[in-house]
């Protein structure tokens, strides 16, 4: 049909039914150009596809921020293929939503082996919780992937937040819960056996080159949404690449080599929740214009099943593991990284260890919280004890009392006894 009606169009102008501007060849030609162009700019921003294969089925996937943007398109794919999932979500397993949600995923994917475990990454204690009680079990469970999808970011203009345990909340859900996280859960994963391929896998975006220096604290005054997102992406890869010298640096008891490798992968520009709220300036006003605005967003970025390719490709492509970890993916390919300081070994040494300093003393500052809590609870607890055991005494006092007055009024008096007696 298409060569006929061309045919047709070279060789007798177009139709009655056509526009006048079709029986133009110049604006004809000017048309297609114009279209093909935005078919380019449109493909060039879709970004490149993941063609890696491999089989997933048995592979224990652990992964944070499974449930919403390229996480949630991530967690799909690797469903789709067999891999056992394991959500990290801050809501419990029970929610209506995330049981909806994992039935759903289980059904689309035809793979029962999703679950959900509570870990709020806004919580040092929670995920100590969770972790300590992962690499607790014995045997050692299976752990083959951890995929670090969840990030938080405040909208341009919006104010510096902080966690209930003090921590500002960019640099605690970013980066210290992730350093939290892969050091507790270190163990596990050194544990893995030789022939196991394991993956450390950290999402990240370009962000990270207009980052601030981390030798520096970011103080309050300096202060700003960009500045802190950035800076809380630059740590987390020049962590990466200092937990990789780390996994590096053990010996296994066979003294085999270290099969564990972290791989950065950069989704690139795409229309996720973080996104929508990083546009729209996180107000009602900023929503209403990326609504009516939406073919432009559409246009230039990426939706989130293309979003999470070069994640796909950093978990599934063989050939990573081949040679050292820390490799940088992008677009389905291998880059180098756009700033120095990303391993530098000093930075890395400085940032561990105040990073360590910082978990150390929240934590010691909310186990006194807990206690004291606890204390105060037992207390009341006793209290109303107490309360309710005094209001039984008095129930009863009060039951023997009315007892008493009852036999009293009962019992004759002695001048009716007198009467009684005499006819």
């Given amino acids: 049909m298409p060569l006929p009606f061309i045919y047709e169009l070279v060789s007798n102008g177009a139709p009655e ?50 449930t919403s943007g390229i996480g949630a398109a991530t967690a799909r794919d690797l469903a789709t293929r067999g891999a056992q999932l394991v959500l990290l979500t801050r809501l419990p397993p029970s929610h209506p939503f995330l049981a909806d949600y994992i039935g759903e995923l289980r059904e689309q994917t035809n793979n029962e082996m999703i679950y959900a475990e509570q870990v709020d990454l806004t919580s040092l ?31 341009p203009g919006g104010k ?22 892969m050091g507790i859960l270190s163990p596990a994963l050194r544990a893995q056996p030789f022939d196991r391929d394991v993956r450390i896998i950290i999402p990240t975006c370009s962000s990270y080159i207009a980052s601030p220096s981390l030798s520096e604290a970011l103080v309050k005054k300096q202060w ?4 802190a997102y950035a800076r809380s992406k630059l740590a987390m890869m020049v962590f990466g690449q200092a937990f990789q010298k780390h996994l590096d640096a053990y010996k296994r008891p066979d003294d085999l080599p270290m099969t564990a490798r972290v791989l950065f992968a950069d989704p690139g520009f795409a229309r996720t929740p973080g996104m929508r709220r990083w546009l729209t300036r996180g107000s009602l006003w900023g929503l209403a214009v990326y609504t009516f605005s939406y073919i432009i967003p559409w246009f230039l970025l990426k939706d989130e099943a293309q979003g999470a390719q070069s994640i796909l490709y950093a978990a599934i492509e063989p050939s990573l593991v081949r040679g050292p970890g820390g490799k940088f993916i992008k677009e389905c390919m291998e880059v180098d990284f756009a700033r120095l300081d990303v391993k530098d070994d000093e930075i890395a040494k400085q940032l561990w260890e105040a990073s360590d300093k910082l978990v150390e003393k929240t934590e010691k500052e909310q186990a006194a919280m807990r206690a004291l809590e606890k204390k105060n609870r037992e207390l009341k607890e006793k209290e109303k004890q107490d309360a309710e055991k005094a209001q039984e005494m008095d129930a009863l006092v009060d039951a023997i009392k009315k007892g008493k007055e009852k036999e009293a009024d009962k019992k004759p008096s002695r001048r009716q006894k007198k009467k009684g007696n005499n006819p």
Wanted: net charge neutral; with cysteine.
């Fill in 160 to 181: 510096r937040t902080e966690t209930d345990e003090g921590i500002e909340e960019m640099w605690m859900v970013n980066y210290l819960a992730n350093f939290h996280l």
């Fill in 224 to 227: 700003s949404p960009r500045k």
């Fill in 125 to 155: 204690h929670s995920i100590r919780q969770f972790a300590t009680k992962w690499i607790d079990n014995a045997p050692p469970r299976r752990l083959d992937m951890l995929i670090l999808c969840a990030a938080t970011l405040t909208p």
């Fill in 17 to 66: 039914w056509a526009p006048e501007w079709m029986s133009d060849p110049w604006r004809v030609l000017q048309v297609v150009v114009v279209l093909g162009i935005l078919y380019l700019i449109k493909r060039y921003s879709s970004g490149t596809t993941n063609t890696a294969e491999r089989d997933m089925h048995g592979r224990v996937i652990m992964m944070t921020g499974g």
